[in-house]
């Protein structure tokens, strides 16, 4: 058995709890606990756990490293063709070649790059993506059950669908490639009919998308790499 020494700092939070729990998010490492839980209890539990603990903070490092870190030369997929960032100081502007993303700003720290960013995918977003998701629910007959296509850049979500038709989609799948696009599209469009993801809701994605499970797969491997 290999010697295990936990060389992560944790923060104790306690409550009116009963149990002991880990959690990493961030890299960082936080145990929920029992207001008068003894200090050895907690450490013995965190000991216990320290291979698990060690594993999700080098996961989520890997994550962090795989993230779009909005630098010159970086390559990203737009609409699903390869761009090259390109990013120099000048007036603000963005401007997209066949194979160039070139983004301009007389403020290049990541904060001012990520805001420009931002806001011009969701512009993008608002002008490439309602009609394909509207010529997708006329394909699906689910054009009338479909009130309307907004955007929202959320930290945890690819897509949402509201009990009154309404689909929500996060302007980052434009970064994703094509087929990843069509998929979120008709996953949310599935939810018109089927507000849960229960077994005919899967039925309904897979007759509309055959390849879900592989963009599912996808997501999980790659989603975070689109992330800023
Ligand atoms: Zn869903």
Same mark, same amino acid.
Request: proline share 2%; with cysteine.
């Given at each position: 058995?290999?010697?295990?020494?936990?060389?992560?700092?944790?923060?104790?939070?306690?409550?009116?709890?009963?149990?002991?729990?880990?959690?990493?998010?961030?890299?960082?490492?936080?145990?929920?606990?029992?207001?008068?839980?003894?200090?050895?209890?907690?450490?013995?539990?965190?000991?216990?756990?320290?291979?698990?603990?060690?594993?999700?903070?080098?996961?989520?490092?890997?994550?962090?490293?795989?993230?779009?870190?909005?630098?010159?030369?970086?390559?990203?997929?737009?609409?699903?063709?390869?761009?090259?960032?390109?990013?120099?100081?000048?007036?603000?502007?963005?401007?997209?070649?066949?194979?160039?993303?070139?983004?301009?700003?007389?403020?290049?720290?990541?904060?001012?790059?990520?805001?420009?960013?931002?806001?011009?995918?969701?512009?993008?977003?608002?002008?490439?993506?309602?009609?394909?998701?509207?010529?997708?629910?006329?394909?699906?007959?689910?054009?009338?059950?479909?009130?309307?296509?907004?955007?929202?850049?959320?930290?945890? +979500?690819?897509?949402?669908?509201?009990?009154?038709?309404?689909? +929500?989609?996060?302007?980052?799948?434009?970064?994703?490639?094509?087929?990843?696009?069509?998929?979120?599209?008709?996953?949310?469009?599935?939810?018109?009919?089927?507000?849960?993801?229960?077994?005919?809701?899967?039925?309904?994605?897979?007759?509309?998308?055959?390849?879900?499970?592989?963009?599912?797969?996808?997501?999980? +491997?790659?989603?975070?790499?689109?992330?800023?």
């Amino acid at each position: 058995m290999t010697e295990i020494n936990h060389n992560f700092d944790y923060e104790v939070i306690r409550s009116n709890r009963r149990t002991l729990s880990i959690e990493v998010h961030h890299q960082k490492v936080k145990v929920r606990a029992p207001q008068g839980a003894p200090n050895d209890w907690i450490e013995g539990f965190v000991y216990q756990k320290a291979k698990w603990i060690a594993r999700k903070l080098v996961e989520q490092a890997q994550r962090d490293e795989s993230r779009l870190k909005l630098q010159d030369g970086e390559v990203i997929s737009f609409m699903g063709q390869v761009r090259h960032l390109t990013i120099k100081e000048g007036v603000n502007r963005i401007q997209l070649t066949d194979d160039k993303l070139q983004i301009s700003n007389k403020d290049l720290s990541y904060e001012s790059l990520k805001k420009q960013l931002d806001r011009w995918l969701l512009a993008q977003a608002k002008e490439r993506l309602p009609q394909r998701v509207e010529t997708m629910a006329g394909t699906m007959g689910l054009a009338r059950k479909l009130s309307g296509v907004r955007f929202r850049k959320t930290k945890t +979500q690819w897509g949402h669908c509201t009990a009154k038709g309404i689909v +929500q989609l996060n302007q980052l799948i434009l970064l994703t490639p094509t087929h990843i696009i069509d998929y979120l599209i008709v996953h949310e469009l599935c939810h018109l009919k089927h507000l849960n993801h229960s077994k005919r809701f899967w039925k309904l994605v897979e007759k509309h998308c055959p390849d879900y499970q592989q963009a599912e797969v996808w997501l999980k +491997q790659y989603g975070h790499s689109v992330w800023f």
